[in-house]
Structure formats: structure tokens, C-alpha cells
């Protein structure tokens, strides 16, 4: 599921509206992507000796930065280049794996994006008020105030994210309003 952000970005305006249009690009087919979905079960998972400091570990990379949400909306603002936000949460499996997806976009993309990642379990406020319910959730906000943003669940690959960065900055991204 994807949604998108119409119009002129900015700070309280992105993170009120970036969850309110919904949209389905023909670039994400659903069967290819995995998600997590939010349940009380991952409250088990935190800090209950599963693995969880070794997670934490696998998401943390160099050119992946760990923001909260005072600093999202900093970098929304302030960004001269396309914006990758990362929603995850350390319990969830196809979160790590994104995480490798996402090292890979900011390599092979250096300089063109800035990929940032933000922790639901940690930022509750912002997910509740972005209405994040499946992890992980990409939004791509590209570096024109103009075009819209998209949002995307699951799990995708380095090349497919690419893809969509270079199609939502071209403006070639064909996308289809979906009903909620």
C-alpha cells in the first residue's frame, strides 16, 4: 500500500498530510513485499533477550542515519536532496532486512539522497500520527517542494527503490488513487 503527499511541503504540513492520499504505483506489485504488522506481541520482543541489542546493531550503518522526529521534520525542511524515511522497529525481520536495501540505495545514490530512519517504538507520537501500521514504511519525498511524496509498506529491493526514486523525481511515476 502506498499513499502520497500532494503539494508544497512543509514541516507540520508533511507530517499531518503525508498519510492522508493513498495511492498504488504499478512499481510496487503487493506480492513482492512483506510486512510487519503492529501488534502487542513485539512488546515481548523488546529488551526480552530475542536478539534485540544484536538487531540494533544490523541497523545502524554509516550512511543510514537514526533521526527522531524533531529531527525529521528538520531534514523535511531543510533537504536539498530526495528524502528516504525509513519507519522500523528492531523486532521486525523485514526491517533488517531493509536496512541492507537501504546501505546499498545510499551508496550506489550518494549525494543524490539522504536516507534516514526512524524508530516507531521510540517516536510512538509521530507513528500514531502518520498512521504507520505496517513496518517497514518507506516515504520518498523528493527534493521539489512541488511533486508529491510517496509512502510504501513492505519490504523492496535496493534496484526497485531506486527505480521509484528515479521515476518520482523524473515525474514519470504512473500512481492510481485508491479507495480507504
Do not use: Y
Not at 13 to 40: D, E, F, G, M, N
Not at 161 to 178: F, H, K, N, R
Amino acid at each position: 500500500m502506498a499513499h502520497a503527499v500532494a503539494g508544497a511541503v512543509s514541516r507540520k504540513t508533511v507530517l499531518i498530510t503525508v498519510s492522508r492520499q493513498r495511492v498504488l504505483p504499478k512499481c510496487l506489485p503487493r506480492s513482492a513485499t512483506a510486512t510487519c504488522a503492529r501488534s502487542t506481541s513485539h512488546d515481548l520482543a523488546r529488551g526480552q533477550g530475542w536478539g534485540v541489542s544484536s538487531r540494533r546493531s544490523v541497523i545502524s550503518h554509516a550512511k543510514v542515519q537514526k533521526i527522531n522526529g524533531e529531527e525529521l521534520e528538520v531534514a523535511i525542511a531543510g533537504r536539498d536532496t530526495t528524502l528516504i524515511v525509513d519507519f522500523f522497529a528492531t523486532w521486525c525481520g523485514p526491517c533488517l532486512l531493509l536496512a541492507r536495501e537501504l546501505e546499498q540505495v545510499a551508496e550506489q545514490l550518494d549525494g543524490k539522497v539522504r536516507v534516514v530512519k526512524v524508530d516507531v517504538d521510540e517516536n510512538p507520537e509521530l507513528s500514531n500520527l502518520l498512521k504507520i501500521q505496517g513496518l517497514p514504511t518507506l516515504v520518498i519525498i523528493p527534493k521539489d517542494n512541488g511533486k508529491p511524496a510517496l509512502r510504501t509498506e513492505g519490504l523492496l529491493p535496493a534496484a526497485q527503490i531506486m527505480e521509484i526514486v528515479s521515476q518520482l523525481e523524473s515525474g514519470t511515476l504512473q500512481a492510481q488513487p485508491q479507495q480507504q
